[in-house]
């Protein structure tokens, strides 16, 4: 038993001896840089369940404080083991908070980013908003110049078959009620209509057509001669033949500003919107995910946001393709709102291509066999 015994606790040729209650370690010539990382992430875990009151197992506590006491001398096996599995247990008992969300909850990198998007995102609404706001302004217009092209077209036809040429009275005496003056009236006060949305047109078009009265524009006296009935009518054929003459001038005028908004408004609405839409519904959730994570402290920064604004750029592209979209039972939204959705949700996009596809799949599931 003796002999047994001074086996087990004899020397060795390096000096130190075994114990049969607790066996020497073998030390790190050179600590690994990892020992460092993971030490201070199990000091943040472990700092951050005192804050919130979470109790900590005191082993698990006791490892990390002693792998900090031999931090900066040498490390061995059993303090380098102690101190992972007291991360791997403060892991998981603090989850979903971890270490890294921790680091980037007090980095100022974050800050940084989460600024740049904030950037991006004003700007983008700074974009945004004006060209929506024209673009609806110069659609509304461009709706209410074609109704009252119409409505005048129609006026005119009526006027110059009860007319006819200029004469002192009406063709058809059945027609001197006052029915004639007053389809007049409603001509010359359309095509006031038609000048005014024509020339609120012209000024989102940039002038970009030349306003066939505007010489006159400052001259109250001309324009009243040119745009309103004369006083004492006597001449209805001849008040109607004048005034065809300036519909026909207001109406090409106000047509042309009709086809240039458009080819050029559509282009807008068509292409640029949409995708500016996307990205700005991608930093909406971006910064939504930002505020609800740093609320948690689980919020960690992720390449992957890049890739999320590539998806809404080519998202927006093509939802831009589609006139409307109908979700749900039969509820129709418009292009731009899925646009928004598109970059808020990536989800959304994907499930509106697998919804394309699903027909073109069961076509070919249920195709004949070729043989």
């Known amino acids: 038993m003796e002999n047994a015994l001074i086996d087990i606790t004899r020397p060795i040729s390096n000096g130190s001896s075994y114990s049969a209650e607790k066996p020497s370690c073998e030390t790190y010539a050179e600590t690994p840089a ?48 102690n101190l992972l599995s007291a991360l791997a247990k403060l892991a998981a008992q603090l989850k979903p908070v971890t270490a890294e969300s921790l680091k980037t909850y007090s980095d100022e990198t974050t800050k940084a980013t989460i600024r740049n998007y904030w950037i991006v995102a004003i700007c983008l609404a700074g974009i945004t908003v004006p060209f929506s706001a024209v673009s609806f302004v110069a659609s509304a217009l461009a709706a209410s110049i074609r109704s009252d092209i119409v409505v005048a077209n129609d006026l005119a036809v009526k006027l110059r078959t009860k007319l006819g040429p200029p004469l002192p009275t009406p063709q058809n005496p059945a027609d001197s009620d006052g029915a004639i003056l007053t389809q007049l009236q409603q001509f010359a006060a359309t095509i006031r ?21 505007q010489k006159f524009r400052k001259q109250n006296d001309k324009l009243h001669e ?8 006597n001449d209805w054929a001849g008040a109607a033949d004048d005034k065809i003459m300036v ?63 590539l998806i809404a750029v080519i ?20 292009p731009l709102a899925i646009a928004f959705l598109v970059g808020y949700g990536v ?24 043989s």
Request: charge should be negative; proline fraction near 3%; hydrophobic fraction near 45%.
């Open 347 to 370: 989800e959304v996009f994907f499930s509106f291509l697998d919804g394309l596809l699903q027909p073109l799949t069961k076509g070919r599931a249920n195709a004949p066999a070729v």
């Open 247 to 309: 519909y026909q001038d207001v109406r090409y005028f106000a047509q042309s500003l009709v086809d240039d908004m458009s080819v050029i408004y559509g282009a807008i609405t068509v292409c640029i919107l949409p995708v500016l839409y996307a990205l700005l519904g991608t930093c909406a959730y971006l910064l939504r995910n930002f505020e609800q994570q740093m609320g948690t402290r689980t919020f960690i920064l992720s390449r992957a946001n890049s890739a999320r604004f």
């Open 315 to 334: 998202g927006g592209a093509v939802v831009g393709l589609f006139d409307n979209f109908t979700i749900g039972q039969g509820a129709s939204i418009p």
């Open 34 to 81: 990892y020992f460092e990382a993971a030490l201070q992430d199990a000091e943040r875990l472990l700092k951050y369940a005192s804050e919130v009151g979470t109790e900590v197992d005191s082993s698990v506590r006791d490892h990390v404080l002693h792998a900090r006491a031999v931090s900066h001398g040498d490390w061995d096996e059993e303090t380098a083991a």
């Open 193 to 213: 209509s038609i000048d005014e949305r024509a020339r609120q047109l012209n000024v989102l078009m940039a002038h970009g057509e030349t306003d066939p009265y």
């Open 226 to 233: 040119i745009f309103q009935l004369p006083k004492g009518l």
